[in-house]
Every structure is written in structure tokens, then in C-alpha cells.
């Protein structure tokens, strides 16, 4: 697992994601509340996310979207998340930014362990799963590229529970 953060981040960071390093739990939400400095936040319903940000800014209006991510797949610098009860999809897609936290443990090596891990291979599908790399962009026909089209203009990840 450790061996597998680095890749992780270098992946993110050609995708222009950044990645964040914290020992533990406690230290990842500090260092997302740095992160959101203040800004309106909407955010999802897990105990992870206790103590960061109070939310309950519209997601159409907040700042940050703040996260937990299920999974990180080294191999192409995603995070990976369902959505259920208590995560909206649009807390996930219209803040312009999004702060997540993921744990060192959840990073895996490929897309095929990572889509095991969400449960899209079992018969239980979990019903709407999502892979992040990066900020949203696009390209009109020029091939100029834009950002935050179909999502987050920036994205931030902050993984706790070992260093890299």
C-alpha cells in the first residue's frame, strides 16, 4: 500500500489534482479545514468528515465541496466514491472546488481493483459510482482546454494514515 502512494500522486499531479500527506484522521481534517479557509462548504453525510466544515450550503452555492473518497487508484491518479444516502451527487460535481479525504489503505494498484472495491463487479452494483482524475476539463474543437465544465475546477485530496 504505502508503495503505491507515490504513484498515486505523481498520476493526480499530471492531471493537475494535488495531493496532501497526513498521519492520521485527525491531522487530514486540519489540514482540510486550512484547505477550505473559510469558504461555504457542502458535504456529505460521513463521520470522517465530522469536525472539518459544518456544511449545509446549498451545493449549488458552496465554495468546497468537501468529500470522502473510497478508493485511489494508482495507475491513473483516481479517486474513486459511491453515492447513497447521506452523499448527494451534487455535493460531488457543482462546488468549484473539491476537497476529499482518502484513506492511504483505500489506494490500490489498477482501475480493476479499484472498481472491486466500489462494488460495480459484484452483483450488488452500488448503483451510481464515480472516478475523479483531476480537476473537470474539456476541449472545444480549437482544442483550447476548459476547466470546470462538468465539475470541479480544482481538486485536492488529502490522504491520511501514511506518509509517502
Known amino acids: 500500500m504505502a508503495e503505491l502512494l507515490p504513484a498515486f500522486g505523481a498520476v493526480l499531479a499530471e492531471l493537475d489534482g494535488v495531493v ?7 491531522d487530514a481534517r486540519a489540514r482540510a ?8 462548504v457542502a458535504r456529505w ?6 469536525e472539518i466544515a459544518p456544511g449545509g450550503a446549498p451545493a449549488e452555492d458552496a465554495e468546497v465541496s468537501l468529500i470522502l473518497a473510497d478508493v485511489g487508484i494508482a495507475e491513473t491518479g483516481q479517486i474513486g ?5 447521506g452523499r448527494p451527487r ?7 472546488r473539491q476537497v476529499a479525504l482518502l484513506a492511504a489503505a483505500d489506494v490500490v494498484a489498477s482501475v480493476a481493483e ?7 463487479a459484484s452483483a450488488k452494483h452500488p448503483g451510481h459510482a ?12 480549437e482544442q483550447r482546454m476548459i476547466l470546470g465544465v462538468h465539475g470541479p475546477r480544482t481538486l485536492d485530496v488529502v490522504v491520511y494514515g501514511a506518509t509517502a
Open 81 to 85: 466514491f459511491v453515492h447513497h444516502a
Open 20 to 26: 496532501h500527506h497526513a498521519a492520521s484522521l485527525d
Open 45 to 50: 453525510d460521513d463521520a470522517a468528515l465530522d
Open 90 to 96: 451534487g455535493v460531488a460535481v457543482l462546488p468549484p
Open 114 to 120: 479499484g472498481l472491486a472495491r466500489l462494488g460495480v
Open 130 to 141: 464515480v472516478l475523479v482524475a483531476g480537476p473537470s476539463r474539456t476541449a472545444d474543437i
Open 33 to 40: 479545514r486550512d484547505l477550505i479557509a473559510g469558504g461555504s
